[in-house]
């Protein structure tokens, strides 16, 4: 069961390329024909540097062993607002994997994905929300103006005050949470207990709903034997018919596409049958032709798909530090452009939701980064040894500096000599 369900979320990310960088169907044949009247996508510069990004990364996390979801333009916004309190090597480590060199770049991808991608019409939402939480209950911090309202400008955050380490804080942010993605995300709020000396929390939040371009006929929802990588079970698989439909044949594998109402499309890429699936997978690259490439098959198509939800949750620390920021998360970590306080990531993750169903899709994310205080580093000072083994000077002194004895020691032990007056 486990193979199928990572298909399908490999096919997430495709939907994620495609709004951010839409490639023409010459570049993914695997795409179903559109109908006529199909919404027209919006037009989004090209974004090589997010499709770079959202490869590395699901080529690390993603190995078709178990279920995973991930929303990779939830980590890369989350990201982006961070990457912009960070100067000097933090911050050029953390423009490299974003794929931009400059923050102004930055701004223009992020900017453009919120502006073109985001859907609001019935029946189909796609909506992002991103938040700072900042410390406020330590008033010897102090956030620079100029990125609170560049997060506000550019990434339509909002600015939150909070106690961390308060069950009211985790409180708080576990509804924020909820209310940007219409409670498919629920969290206890002991769950978001962050430590006192908790900076800043940065969130980002995604929302996806979205029907079916043509829907699966409930009354054709039939079980069936599901063989996974864990044994075989049974699945309640939807099934339809598309005509003269153009899927892509790749090395090892099959790519179809099924039209949304209004977002884009959601793609699967089965593995031929004598070939696994984490056999396809390993790296950027094959997640790239995965998603893209394959030779082109006009067909009638039988559609079997299975009926599933479950949610996710991904510690992405290692995977982060492994892309190259792994100066963000340390002691060398430069975050000055936040504000007064030195300070570096202490944690990143993400927690989502995916369900598919005979009416479409719905899918949520969010994506937390937490930003911790960072202890001065030690000043470097000469090694010196101090070896009393000849003759010293010594002194008592009081508190003020009296000095209350002195002398001196030739001859350490016990050393008996006459008193004498003078």
Known sequence: MKRLFCL???????????????????????????APDAPVAANVPELAGYDDFCDALAAKLIDGSKNRNLSPISVYLALAMTAEGAEGETQAAMLRLL????????????????????????????????????????????????????????????????????????????EWIALHTNDKIELV????????????????????????RSEFPEDATEQGTFYGTGGECTAAYMNRRENGITVAQGDGFLRCSLPLQHIGRMTFVLPDEDTTLSALLGSPERIRALLHDGGEIRANVRIKLPKFQFQDRIDLNETLQSLGIGIAFS????????????????NVLQESYIGVDEKGVEAAAYTEVVMSKSLALPEELPEIDFFLTRPFLYAIEANDGTVLFLGTVTVPGSVKQAARIA
Request: charged share 20%.
């Open 99 to 174: 794929g931009c060199d400059t923050l102004e770049s930055l701004r223009g991808v992020c900017g453009a994905m919120l502006e073109t991608l985001s859907v609001d019409a019935e029946e189909s939402t796609l909506a992002f929300a991103d938040s700072i939480w900042m410390n406020g209950a330590d008033d010897t911090l102090t956030f620079r103006e100029d990125y609170l309202t560049c997060l506000s400008d550019v990434y339509r955050s909002e600015a939150r005050m909070a106690e961390f380490g308060t069950a009211a804080a985790g409180r708080q942010i576990a």
């Open 331 to 346: 002691g060398d970590a430069d975050f000055s452009g936040m504000g007064n306080f030195a300070a570096h990531i202490s």
């Open 189 to 212: 709020p002991e769950l978001l207990q962050f430590d006192p000396d908790t900076v800043a929390v940065l969130l980002n939040t995604v929302f996806l709903k979205d029907a079916w």
């Open 8 to 34: 399908v979320l490999a096919a997430l990310l495709s939907l994620c390329a495609c709004q951010s960088a839409p490639r023409s169907d010459e570049k993914n044949p695997g795409a179903a024909a559109e």
